[in-house]
Antibody
């Protein structure tokens, strides 16, 4: 049974860099055919896809975040990560890691972590 | 980007009742649509994908239909656990986008 668990700092100041990790159990992040995503949910608002990393390390990002976001895999740790630079209050959200149902792009998200709240405040 | 619009934003229902939620896409997405359920403090849960395919383990009282730009999620015989917020999501073309949500309340 595949499970995902996010971890992160909780509180950041504006202009700092956010690092989040997602620990995957029950599957290998580098197994052929798997892809993994980050999604966030602003307080009392809807859901926003941030980006996706394939098992191979190939990445895709939402255009408005592409200049600040980096998603990558660490095979030895069986984790994948989100790095988001120059955060502002607008980045305050619950961040979820998720598994894509299918490989190759056209896929819903079939497994989600529990989410981690990130607050950006001075 | 493809905009997803759900209606209504909130609806009131009763246990045992029937609920219908509509999701409209700003351009055609064929049947590349998913529905999620989110309870307070929990992550979204995939209910339906490709517009009408029920995810494994999801009760058969949930059903989805539609294609192109208009889609529907129907819940029959509403159960207490079904009072939650429901989101549609298109995965026809990147960036993958979600509707704003429909809260089903008592």
């Amino acid at each position: 049974q595949v499970q995902l668990q996010e971890s992160g700092p909780g509180l950041l100041k504006p202009s700092q860099t956010l690092f989040l990790s997602c620990t995957v159990s029950g599957a290998s992040v580098s197994k052929t055919g798997f892809s993994w995503s980050w999604i966030r949910q602003h307080p009392q608002k809807g859901l926003e896809w941030i980006g996706t990393v394939y098992y191979s390390g190939t990445t895709y990002y939402e255009a408005s975040l592409k200049s600040r976001a980096t998603i990558y895999i660490d095979r030895s740790l069986n984790q994948f990560f989100l790095r988001l630079t120059s955060v502002t209050a607008a980045d305050t959200a619950v961040y979820y890691c998720a598994k894509d149902r299918f490989f190759g792009g056209n896929s819903p998200f079939d497994l989600w972590g529990q989410g981690t709240l990130v607050t950006v405040s001075s | 980007d493809i905009q997803m619009t759900q209606s209504p934003s909130t609806l009131s229902a009763s246990v045992g009742g029937l609920v219908t939620i509509t999701c409209r896409a700003s351009q055609t997405i064929n049947t590349w649509l998913a529905w999620y359920q989110q309870s307070p403090g929990r992550a979204p849960k995939l209910l339906i994908y490709k517009a009408s395919i029920l995810e494994v383990g999801v009760p058969s009282r949930f059903s989805g239909s539609g294609s192109g730009t208009e889609f529907t999620l129907t819940i029959t015989s509403l159960q207490p656990d079904d009072f939650a917020t429901y989101y549609c999501q298109q995965y026809n073309s990147s960036p993958w986008t979600f509707g704003q949500g429909t809260k089903v309340e008592v």
